[in-house]
């Protein structure tokens, strides 16, 4: 009997939350009224911050569970994974909608986002990326859907989402999606050769994003399984986060050979040992975000504590987001100016992520999200 239900949505644990949203709330109005020079650090030289680096890019990246888990479940057939297909949909689901927040806070103007749907630009990479990420928003809402509907009683219904028939296709689609915005995400930086540092500009940018969000996705499954397993007084799903410690070790492995086979062929080496901001900010993104965590992982998924595997899971979650922030503007060159985030922009970010938090608390508690959970007393 699941008794997640029982427990109340606003507890002493929810407030600070409720303090993030508003003051997140607060700084977005002003952020409207009084434009980004206002409001943030922004400058010509630095366009993109922390709203583009954390909102989109490490969002998008955290959120690539959902195809994930569901390419392994529904493709390949690896059923022992279906326990937490659900929780990465809607881990990837509510991330999306984060997304597309953070996008309308950082354009500025909420009431213009339909443009892109209808005035195409077909030589622009953001064209490609807006579509994608619309798409893929609906797919997630529709794999989701079964969960509503069944909150909602429309049991009939829910059971027609249910369908391989229908579920197939849009498991399809995410992959198929989800493959290209995540690469075309880092194909954008592909129009400044001259400003972002050598040691992340290649053209095979936009796979390094694809293979660093693959690993990504399932370290956020992993943290959320473990954290809301915690929070919630369930038991542990030991086997399927040692398999996923797994897919994430194999998916570092395979990310970091692409990296430096990239680096050696473009003759880049010697870029790591220029004593720069830059190579000391590429040795921490791949020692702590890479090789530390992967060798964790993979002794983790043999045997060890579910402690290890959260451990190196929250590494490769900073990896990323490292990566993200160093391509976005961590390792651009300045070219005039330079860039730290303004307390609004901080403040609105914080937000915007607690706003998520409170929404899966939500959805857990409400919905049919743990079919299986037990609280355990």
Known sequence: MNRLKDIPLISRSTWPLFFLMAL?????????????????????????????????????????????????IYIFNWKK??????????????????LVMGVIIDIGKPLSFWHPLVMWQYRSVLFEVVWCIAL????LAMEFSPALLDGAGMHGLASFMKNKLVLFPLVIAGVTLSFHHQSSLGNLFLIVPDKLHHLWYTP???????????????????????????????????GILRGLAKGSAVSLLIYLAVRFTDLAVRGNFPLMLEGSRASVLFFIEIMAGVIVPMLLLA???????????????????????????????????????SYFPSWMEIAITAGVISFGVFLYRIAVLRLEVFPSAEVQH
């Open 24 to 72: 997140g709330a607060g700084c977005m109005v002003y952020r409207f009224a009084m434009g980004l020079g206002a409001s943030t650090h922004l400058s010509d030289s630095f366009p993109w911050g922390i709203w583009v680096g954390m909102d989109i890019l490490v969002g998008v990246a955290l959120a690539a569970g959902g195809f994930t888990l569901t390419a392994a």
């Open 81 to 98: 994974y279906k326990p937490v297909a659900r929780p990465a949909v809607l881990t990837a689901f509510l991330g999306y909608l984060l």
């Open 136 to 139: 893929y928003t609906a797919v």
């Open 204 to 238: 095979l940018i936009g796979l390094l994003y694809f293979l660093s969000a693959v690993a990504a996705g399932m370290a956020m499954v992993s943290f959320e399984s473990i954290v809301s397993s915690w929070a919630f007084k369930r038991g542990y799903e030991v």
């Open 299 to 337: 002794s983790a998924s043999r045997e060890g504590p579910v402690g290890r595997i959260l451990g190196g899971q929250i590494l490769v979650m900073a990896g990323v987001i490292l990566n993200r922030f160093d391509t976005n503007f961590l390792t651009q060159a300045a070219h005039g100016g």
